[in-house]
C-alpha cells in the first residue's frame, strides 16, 4: 500500500485548506464568519495517520494559512498541538469515526484555535484591550467554531473515508 | 550507520525541502500562495456586472468629495505657503477574495507590485475609504480594512475640523478617539482623512457618526459607520503614487 502523502486526492484536499480560506464563500459563512478549513482537513488526517504526522501536518497548515493571514499572529503552535493529540486519540482504543464525535472534536479545536488568537490579539495590541473584549471576538469564536461542529461531520467523514482508503481505489 | 543516515535523508529530504519552502512563503506573507490563487482564479474575477451600482455610489462619493474639496480650498487660500496636492489619481483594481469579517478582516487585490502598487496606498470602495495596503506580491495586494482590529488612521471631523483616530474593532463601526476634550461634534458628522496625514491624501470620505461617548476618558470617541461597505464590493481604487 503506497504512503497516505502520495494520493493525489490527498494532496489536493491538502492545497485546498489555503485556497478555500482564500476563497471564504460568503454563502457557506454564519455571520460572516467562515468554518476553520484547518481544522476540518486537519482532523481526519491525524486520526488516520497518528500523532507524528498530524503534528507536521499542523506545522504545515499553520505555516501555509499564517502567509496568507494578515498581521503577525500565528495559528502555527495550536495547529501542531491539535495535530498531535487528534492523532494520539486515533491510536488508542476504538475508531473514532461517530459523526457525534467528530464533530465535538472539530469544535473543540475551533473553540482553541479562537481563543489562542484571541489572546494574541490581547497581547499585540495592548493599546486598547479592552475594545477586543467587545462581542465581536467571542461572535467570531462561536460563528466560526459551531460551522466547524457542523460542518464536519460531512467534510471530516468524507476525508476519513479518503485517507483509510487504499491508493489502489481511491 | 551511513547506510542507514542515507536510507533516513533519501526518505526525509522531500520533507524538510517542504518546510523550507513553507517558511519562506510564510516569511514573504505568502507570495507564492496569493500568486498562484491569483492565476488560478484569473478566469472568474469581477466582470464589468457592478458598474452602475459602483457609479451610484460613486456619485455620493463624488458629491461629498466636493463639498471637503471647496472647504479645503477656502482653507488653504488663506495659507500662502501651501504646496501639497489634494489630488491624487486612482487605479481600479479587481477584488479576488475578501474576508470583511472574523479574525483577519482583509481584502485580496488583482494587482500587484508589477502594477506599481506598494504598501501605505489608500484603498477607496464606493462612497469612500475602505483600508490601506498592507503588502504586495508580484500579482497581488493584501488590504487591511478600517475595521480589522489594529488599524489606525488618522483622520478628522470636517464640520468642527477636530482630529482624531479611527480605530478599528472587528466589528462593523470603528471607533473614532478623539485628541481633544471637546471635540464639539454631533451625531452625523462626517469623517474624513486628516489633512495633517502623511501618509493617507487629505480629505477622502471615510463615513459618519453614529453615536457618541462625551463622557468617556481620557478622551471622547464616537462610533463611526463607513460610507463604503467591503462585503459586497468587487472593484475598488487605489490611490496612485
Known amino acids: ?170 | 550507520m551511513p547506510k542507514l543516515r542515507l536510507h533516513l535523508w533519501r526518505r526525509l529530504w522531500p520533507w524538510f525541502l517542504l518546510a523550507t519552502c513553507l517558511f519562506i512563503t510564510r516569511w514573504s506573507k505568502g507570495a507564492g500562495f496569493s500568486d498562484a490563487y491569483a492565476f488560478i482564479t484569473r478566469p472568474f474575477w469581477p466582470g464589468p456586472a457592478q458598474k452602475e451600482w459602483i457609479q451610484s455610489g460613486a456619485e455620493l462619493e463624488q458629491q461629498i468629495k466636493l463639498d471637503l474639496l471647496e472647504q479645503d480650498n477656502k482653507r488653504l487660500r488663506k495659507m500662502l505657503s501651501i504646496e501639497r496636492s489634494t489630488k491624487s489619481g486612482f487605479v481600479s483594481v479587481p477584488v479576488i477574495s475578501r474576508r470583511p469579517k472574523g479574525w483577519w478582516q482583509q481584502l485580496e487585490l488583482g494587482k500587484g507590485a508589477l502594477d506599481g502598487l506598494e504598501a501605505g496606498l489608500a484603498v477607496m470602495g464606493p462612497g469612500g475609504l475602505i483600508g490601506i495596503v498592507q503588502s504586495v506580491t508580484p500579482m497581488t495586494a493584501r488590504v487591511q480594512l478600517l475595521t480589522a482590529p489594529g488599524s489606525q488612521v488618522g483622520v478628522w471631523v470636517t464640520r468642527t475640523q477636530r482630529h482624531g483616530i479611527l480605530l478599528g474593532m472587528g466589528t462593523n463601526r470603528p471607533q473614532l478617539t478623539f485628541l481633544d476634550k471637546d471635540p464639539k461634534v454631533m451625531e452625523g458628522d462626517v469623517v474624513s482623512t486628516s489633512p495633517a496625514s502623511t501618509l493617507l491624501p487629505p480629505n477622502l470620505p471615510v463615513g459618519v457618526i453614529q453615536s457618541l461617548d462625551r463622557k468617556a476618558l481620557p478622551a471622547p470617541h464616537a462610533s463611526v459607520q463607513l460610507l463604503a461597505a467591503p462585503e459586497a464590493i468587487d472593484w475598488v481604487q487605489v490611490q496612485e503614487r
Not at chain 1, 464563500?25 to 460572516?32: A, R
Not at chain 1, 491539535?82 to 479545536?109: H, Q, S, T, V
Not at chain 1, 486598547?128 to 460551522?147: G, M
Request: overall charge positive; charged content about 5%.
Open chain 1, 1 to 170: 500500500m503506497v504512503s497516505n502523502h502520495l494520493k493525489p486526492l490527498v494532496v489536493a484536499s491538502a492545497l485546498g485548506v489555503p485556497f478555500l480560506s482564500f476563497l471564504a464563500p460568503s454563502w457557506l459563512s454564519l455571520m460572516g464568519v467562515g468554518p476553520n478549513w484547518a481544522v476540518l482537513w486537519l482532523l481526519p488526517w491525524a486520526l488516520v495517520d497518528g500523532p507524528l504526522s498530524g503534528g507536521l501536518a499542523g506545522l504545515f497548515l499553520g505555516l501555509s494559512l499564517d502567509a496568507i493571514s494578515l498581521g503577525d499572529g500565528t495559528q502555527v503552535p495550536v495547529l501542531v498541538l491539535l495535530g498531535f493529540w487528534w492523532g494520539r486519540l486515533g491510536r488508542r482504543g476504538m475508531p473514532i469515526e461517530r459523526k457525534f464525535n467528530l464533530g465535538l472534536l472539530a469544535w473543540i479545536g475551533s473553540v482553541v484555535i479562537g481563543v489562542n488568537i484571541w489572546g494574541q490579539f490581547l497581547l499585540t495590541q495592548m493599546n486598547n484591550p479592552i475594545a477586543l473584549f467587545h462581542s465581536w471576538s467571542l461572535h467570531t469564536i462561536l460563528c466560526q467554531s459551531i460551522l466547524t461542529g457542523l460542518l464536519c461531520p460531512l467534510v471530516s467523514s468524507f476525508l476519513l473515508i479518503i485517507f483509510k482508503t487504499p491508493r489502489s481505489s481511491a
